[in-house]
């Protein structure tokens, strides 16, 4: 996509989002940096609803082969998304159509019924991490018009919603099970012995870059210990994110935190602020060697007690599974990858033999 077509696109989606509820992944410093750091050869194609000349959806796709128990080609058109998995690491969550003033399941129809009168170069449509409501409306939309819909994973996305504890950090504790409670005043009693305990926001886009760099070297170091490339590995990581830093600062859209007790340094969280949603993306922690210090835990306790403060409605841990997010949250949604597939008989065989396979390897 040349500079002049991305300086038009973001001026109507820019428009667009002001109209719609949206998500941090679909807002246009997300999309933006996205488009600025592919790779040349990979360019998305546009998909855009209108309704009485006015702009109601828009969205990305990006047609790749999937290679399907390693021996079937499969033509894949994917969702903000480009097929490739280097460059997917960012994880889309709740990103799908950006949606105007417009019904859901209207709009996937209309997108999805773009898609088919577009060409026969697809087999699959993949849009994965969207929540259940967007599954039902998609589902809906695509029975219409003849394709079959496959749910392919689910994972959790654990939340904290605000309400109820803006009375600060003790008044989030009395939320926790006892055992999480425990740990996260035991962990907070030995920080303070080095001295208070202190949320630094980033006050200047110039301190925001200083604690994204900080926080990139504490999280590659802490997974490169542990024989595995961290979030920021790869040049296509790193670009991103440092842009992106960058482009959702002018517009208020990205927090960094430095958490600290005294002089010592806890670590940094990188939270992405969307309408009254604090999304943790990534951190980068000190561990010390006792194992009663949760830098972890303490940091996101801050955080939350902070970002109550300031009014917002939801810390968002984002997708995944893992226990330091069931324990420091009390809300969860599910979030889905989707496959729209066309009337194929060989695409059935495929799953068939694809369902079976998962099936032996899982006794």
């Not at 399941?105 to 969207?130: F, I, M, N, S, T």
């Not at 039902?136 to 219409?144: L, S, V």
């Not at 009375?167 to 009693?189: A, P």
């Not at 303490?298 to 970002?307: D, E, G, K, P």
């Amino acid at each position: 996509m040349s500079v002049p077509e991305q300086v038009s696109l973001r001026h109507e989606w820019e428009r667009l989002e002001r109209e719609a509820e949206g998500s941090p992944f679909v807002s246009w410093p997300w999309v933006g940096c996205w488009l600025e750091c592919l790779p040349a050869a990979i360019v998305p194609r546009l998909v855009v609803i209108r309704d009485d000349n006015r702009t109601r959806g828009m969205g990305l796709v990006v047609p790749r082969l999937l290679w399907r128990l390693g021996v079937f080609p499969v033509r894949c058109l994917w969702w903000q998304e480009t097929g490739r998995p280097d460059l997917d690491r960012l994880t889309v969550e709740r990103a799908g159509l950006l949606l105007g003033e417009v019904e859901a399941h209207e709009a996937w129809g209309a997108a999805l019924k773009g898609l088919l009168q577009g060409g026969d170069d697809w087999d699959e449509l993949h849009v994965r991490w969207v929540p259940l409501t967007q599954v039902q409306a998609m589902r809906e939309a695509a029975g219409r018009l003849g394709l079959k819909t496959c749910v392919w994973a689910q994972q959790p996305n654990y939340r904290m919603k605000l309400g109820g504890v803006e009375g600060g950090l003790e008044s989030y504790l009395q939320t926790l099970s006892r055992n999480t409670r425990y740990q996260v005043r035991r962990s907070i009693r030995l920080y303070r012995e080095l001295g208070d305990l202190t949320v630094h926001p980033a006050h200047d886009e110039s301190t925001a870059v200083e604690y994204f760099e900080a926080l990139v070297s504490l999280h590659e170091r802490h997974w490169r210990r542990r024989g595995r490339e961290g979030a920021f590995g790869g040049h296509f990581m790193y670009e991103f994110h440092r842009r992106y830093v960058r482009a959702a600062w002018a517009r208020g859209d990205v927090q960094l935190l430095r958490i600290s007790a005294g002089s010592r340094c806890i670590g940094y969280l990188y939270n992405m602020v969307y309408r009254g949603v604090v999304s943790n993306y990534q951190c980068g922690f000190c561990y010390p060697e006792d194992p009663r210090f949760k830098p972890g835990l303490v940091s996101h306790a801050l955080a939350i007690a902070h970002n109550a403060a300031l009014g917002m409605q939801v810390y968002d841990f984002l997708l995944g599974d893992a226990r330091y997010k069931r324990t420091l949250a009390n809300d969860c949604e599910e979030q889905f990858w989707v496959v729209f597939q066309k009337p194929r008989w060989w695409l059935q065989v495929v799953d068939r033999l694809q369902a079976r396979l998962h099936l032996i390897k899982g006794r």
